[in-house]
T-cell receptor
Framework: KNEVEQSPQNLTAQEGEFITINCSYSVGISALHWLQQHPGGGIVSLFMLSSGKKKHGRLIATINIQEKHSSLHITASHPRDSAVYIC????????????FGEGTQLTVNP | NAGVTQTPKFRILKIGQSMTLQCTQDMNHNYMYWYRQDPGMGLKLIYYSVGAGITDKGEVPNGYNVSRSTTEDFPLRLELAAPSQTSVYFCALRSGSGANVLTFGAGSRLTVL
């Protein structure tokens, strides 16, 4: 079992829908990152969380440390949100290293 | 990918050839990483560095070498290219303080034939 599991692996939505992507992890962490990988391959950082909730535009990320779970929400989804969303955790015991989930492929249709 | 320059973007190698992927930053970040991404798989850590003069192995270091003589540069060397090293490679940075976000290079697509 991977230390970082994302669900779903693939998600198709209609424009305007509310989207949730989940990330569960099995180790103690000091931080969790959400990343977006565009169809062209570039990777950008969306959020870094150690507790609570963060919001940026239509994106909201939450983390529950006790339940070892994080969610990424997209409100009013748009075709330009189509990308792979990747969760990565920084373990308490290896502070410099990150462990990545396999990503969630999101397609938003017009 | 302001602040991180990764070259080359594409390269085809023959089995047994060697090459260096370059990663240069002007953000003065301490932490630098090399990852590979295979189709349908998560990013795997090859090597990382927490500062100039300090490097350490990641999950999949075999067949690769790195050096970090300066804060700015963190090259990844493939000594004897093998088909299993066909992948997309990403260099990434993290400040280690403050916002602590990850910044990725644009990626290098390497094919070994």
């Amino acid at each position: 079992k991977n230390e970082v599991e994302q669900s779903p692996q693939n998600l198709t939505a209609q424009e305007g829908e509310f989207i949730t992507i989940n990330c569960s992890y099995s180790v103690g962490i000091s931080a969790l990152h959400w990343l977006q990988q565009h169809p062209g391959g570039g990777i950008v950082s969306l959020f870094m969380l150690s507790s609570g909730k963060k919001k940026h535009g239509r994106l909201i990320a939450t983390i529950n440390i006790q339940e070892k779970h994080s969610s990424l929400h997209i409100t009013a989804s748009h075709p330009r949100d189509s990308a792979v969303y990747i969760c990565a955790v920084r373990r308490e015991t290896s502070g410099s290293r990150l462990t990545f989930g396999e990503g969630t492929q999101l397609t938003v249709n017009p | 990918n302001a602040g991180v320059t990764q070259t080359p973007k594409f390269r085809i190698l023959k089995i047994g050839q060697s090459m260096t992927l370059q990663c240069t930053q002007d953000m003065n970040h301490n932490y630098m990483y090399w990852y590979r991404q295979d189709p349908g798989m998560g990013l795997k850590l090859i090597y990382y560095s927490v500062g100039a003069g300090i490097t350490d192995k990641g999950e999949v270091p075999n067949g690769y070498n790195v050096s970090r003589s300066t804060t700015e540069d963190f090259p990844l060397r493939l000594e004897l290219a093998a088909p299993s090293q066909t992948s997309v490679y990403f260099c990434a940075l993290r400040s280690g303080s403050g916002a602590n976000v990850l910044t990725f290079g644009a990626g290098s697509r390497l094919t070994v034939l």
